[in-house]
């Protein structure tokens, strides 16, 4: 059993900062990458940032130079700093996981998603 527990999410001023977090925990053989998605009302869930094995990032041209991604291997866990935070950013915030989980002799590479995190930028 795999979980992804999100923590950090909130209410912020235009300009502002936040930091997400999200902690994987369960029998993981290997975590292949992790990332956040957002999903504001009444549109799609998009990608926000993602982080894959050797250091590899990509971000959304929206947040690119504003939201850093980081991963701490150690601990199975992805942050997300996001800086000069704008209305427009407002949205239910989703942590990612493409991970190897394990049961037994048996191994399963599969998407795990978080429970969800609201991040409110006021204007």
């Known amino acids: 059993q795999v979980q992804l527990v999100e923590s950090g999410g909130g209410l912020v001023q235009a300009g502002g900062s936040l930091r997400l977090s999200c902690a994987a925990s369960?029998?993981?053989?290997?975590?292949?990458?992790m990332g956040w998605y957002r999903q504001a009302p009444g549109k799609q869930r998009e990608l926000v940032a993602a982080a894959r094995s050797g250091d590899s990032t990509n971000y959304a041209d929206s947040v690119k130079g504003r939201f850093t991604i980081s991963r701490d291997n150690a601990k199975n866990t992805v942050y997300l700093q996001m800086d000069s935070l704008k209305p427009e950013d407002t949205a239910v915030y989703y942590c990612?996981?493409?991970?190897?989980?394990?049961?037994?002799?048996?191994?399963?590479?599969?998407?795990?998603w978080g429970q969800g995190t609201q991040v409110t930028v006021s204007s």
């Open positions: 990612n996981a493409d991970l190897t989980s394990y049961s037994g002799s048996y191994y399963y590479t599969d998407d795990y």
């Open positions: 369960g029998s993981i053989f290997k975590i292949n990458a």
